[in-house]
């Protein structure tokens, strides 16, 4: 679906931006991982220092011993059986996940109640950072190409039978900091799509009508976050943030935003269908057209 959309969104004759090339590594794509229970992760890496911090912990970058290759580490300490469950389900759902777009797990650990994830290393920073950056000049075309990429993305993860459920520019990296591909990361939200799958968590300004009414979810929820970020980009702007969480999942449930800003008055008509058909409280709109 999210493919037949994007056609909605490509401009005729739009200017030809520059992409890197892919850069991740096809034998990290091939790799089987397995969680080392009960060995240090030092034994193997060479634990640097801190580039990251998250809900879970700290993100370290790393050095494989035996290759002399960089990777991040990231750390999440478990309290009890229930942060293991999470742990264990981000990895189950990371081991299946194998595409370029992607951020992908590298090797697992779990020491002294400690899991130690080893991912691809990605230098060039958040998404969001580049929309807020005044000197980067974040056209439509080049809106266009982040889309693609990150429709490339959120298409394999459905084909794949699981929901992201926490897209959002902070969450999306850029390989580089010039260039126009992308990494699709953080998968401590996701599940597995099932029947009557309903969830109550995610971030406020990019969550679904259904997760907020604690509906049936599906991959119209992240469909929906696709449409949000799409607005983000063309605009600079929040489509359905308020003064409040309140006002804003009250804006949500509404469906509450507007293109009446100065922000898109160059904008295509065909880049404000592409949101206009993604932000539907009415997933069924969605649904129909979704072949996973």
């Not at 991740?24 to 790799?31: A, F, M, R, Y």
């Not at 229970?37 to 970058?61: A, P, Q």
């Not at 994830?117 to 000197?135: A, N, Q």
């Not at 799509?193 to 979810?217: H, K, N, Q, W």
């Amino acid at each position: 679906m999210l493919k037949s959309v994007f056609k909605t969104f490509q401009k005729q004759g739009a200017v030809e931006i520059q992409v890197d090339p892919d850069e991740t590594d096809p034998n990290v794509l091939k790799k089987k991982v397995e969680i080392k229970k009960n060995r240090n992760v030092e034994k193997d890496y060479i634990i640097e220092e801190v580039i990251g911090n998250g809900r879970f912990g700290e993100v370290h970058k790393c050095t494989e011993r035996s290759t002399s290759k960089p990777f991040a580490a990231k750390y999440v300490a478990t309290s009890c059986e229930n942060d293991k469950e999470n742990v264990c389900s981000e990895i189950a759902i990371m081991k299946k996940l194998k595409h370029p777009r992607l951020l992908q797990l590298y090797d697992a650990y779990f020491f002294r109640n400690t899991y130690v994830l080893i991912l691809e290393l990605i230098t060039g920073g958040e998404l969001f950072d580049r929309v807020i950056d005044e000197s980067f000049d974040l056209t439509e075309a080049k809106c266009e190409k982040f889309m693609r990429e990150i429709c490339e993305g959120i298409e394999y993860i459905h084909s794949q039978n699981v929901i992201h459920l926490d897209l959002k520019p902070e969450n999306i990296l850029c390989l580089t900091r010039t260039g126009y591909r992308i990494k699709i990361i953080d998968f401590g939200l996701s599940r597995y799509c099932a029947p009557d799958l309903r969830v109550m968590f995610g971030t406020p300004e990019f969550v679904s009508p259904e997760v907020l009414a604690y509906e049936s979810i599906g991959p119209p929820a992240d469909m929906w976050s696709v449409g949000v970020i799409c607005y983000v980009l063309l605009s600079g702007l929040s489509p359905f943030m308020g003064d409040n969480d309140g006002e804003t999942y009250s804006n949500i449930a509404k469906v509450s935003y507007s293109f009446e800003f100065p922000e898109f008055d160059e904008i295509s008509a065909d880049a404000r269908d592409f949101v206009r058909r993604l932000l539907q409280k009415d997933a069924k709109n969605i649904k129909q057209h979704w072949k996973p």
